[in-house]
């Protein structure tokens, strides 16, 4: 048994008690032999570990609602940033009188999805704290290259970047969040994009290449020729808040790496041994029924 009592001079202790009752040859009852061991200083172990335990919760919370809030800057950025710059256009071709109707729709139209996909964003993450599941549907993987494409384009050509695809012409389709999926390869662009600020304007390229392997697996590589990173730390890179940059989050490959694997699928990264890095996402191949788009 242990319980706790209370001393002469008022202090509580713990204790442990053991007995074992002694019976005379005739079953009478003689008493107890066993020992009393002063076990106050375990017990209050234990009470610290246990409130060890609801500290490292509470702290455990709060860094998720960091993460949150990081990953939900990091991702609502993007689309921001690309409604400014769209609506900025328009206001200086308006002001010099050059614009048609045509471009202005165009304009309006980018801004109308890239809104959209802000939105998304957000429900995304909403559901993740809900921990409601995000839908999933069969997605073609060209068609979502090709909505990468348009979101990237403006960036692309302001970074003087020339983005090369090489899309498996027999499509692969996969079961995934369309959203999250274009989340991820964004993520990895933007990234290539930003590696190669640093090298000569006409060097910078970015290769998007779709396959399978023999595993039932769609790959999905993105491989620029910037610098690379720094041999040994590639798991780093995936670490939440891992960052090189001054404004880095260093969030994007770490939200890529839990969208891919809550998908069945991994996401790695390596340096190619001609300069650049690559990464991989590889994703469970779903075969036949139609794809949302077909
Ligand atoms: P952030 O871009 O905010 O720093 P990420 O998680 O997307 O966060 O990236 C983490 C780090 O991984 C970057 O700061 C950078 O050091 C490295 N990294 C990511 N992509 C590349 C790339 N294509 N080439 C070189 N380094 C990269």
Same mark, same amino acid.
């Given at each position: ?22 019976? $005379? ?10 020992? %009393?061991?002063?076990?106050? $200083? ?27 809030? =990081? ?10 940033? =690309? ?28 801004? /109308?999805?890239?809104?959209?996909? +802000? ?11 809900? @921990? ?13 290259? &090709? ?8 960036? +692309?050509?302001?970074?003087? /970047? ?8 027999? +499509? %692969? ?18 990234? +290539? ?9 006409? =060097? ?13 697996? /769609? ?37 890529? &790496? ?13 340096? %190619? ?13 779903? @075969? ?7």
């Amino acid at each position: 048994m242990e319980y706790r009592l209370r001393r002469n001079d008022g202090e509580y202790r713990w204790v442990l008690d053991t007995g074992t009752p002694r019976f $005379a040859d005739d079953g009478a009852f003689l008493g107890y032999i066993g020992s %009393c061991i002063d076990i106050t $200083a375990r017990k209050q172990a234990e009470l610290d570990h246990q409130l060890q335990n609801m500290e490292l919760a509470r702290v455990g919370r709060v860094t998720l609602m960091g993460e949150l809030a =990081a990953s939900l800057a990091h991702e609502v950025n993007n689309p921001i940033g =690309a409604i400014v710059t769209n609506a900025n256009v328009g206001q200086r071709l308006i002001a010099a009188g050059k614009i048609e109707t045509e471009e202005l729709k165009d304009l309006l139209a980018d801004i /109308v999805t890239d809104g959209h996909r +802000a939105r998304d964003v957000i429900q995304g993450i909403r559901n993740m704290v809900r @921990k409601s599941e995000p839908s999933r549907s069969l997605i073609r993987i060209d068609e979502t290259i &090709r909505d990468l494409l348009r979101i990237v384009r403006a960036d +692309a050509m302001k970074r003087e /970047v020339i983005i090369e695809t090489k899309i498996d012409v027999d +499509a %692969c389709q996969v079961m995934a969040n369309p959203v999250q999926l274009l989340q991820v390869l964004l993520n990895l662009t933007i990234n +290539a994009f930003e590696a190669m600020s640093a090298i000569r304007r006409d =060097a910078r390229r970015l290769v998007i290449r779709t396959g399978r392997n023999g595993d039932g697996q /769609v790959l999905v590589m993105v491989r620029d020729f910037g610098p690379g990173f720094p041999g040994g730390i590639v798991e780093q890179l995936f670490e939440p808040f891992f960052s090189t940059k001054v404004e880095g989050t260093g969030m994007g490959l770490a939200i890529s &790496r839990s969208i891919i694997e809550a998908h069945g699928g991994t996401l790695s990264g390596e340096n %190619c041994d001609d300069g650049g890095a690559c990464f991989t996402v590889r994703l469970p191949e779903t @075969k036949g029924g139609k794809s949302k788009a077909a």
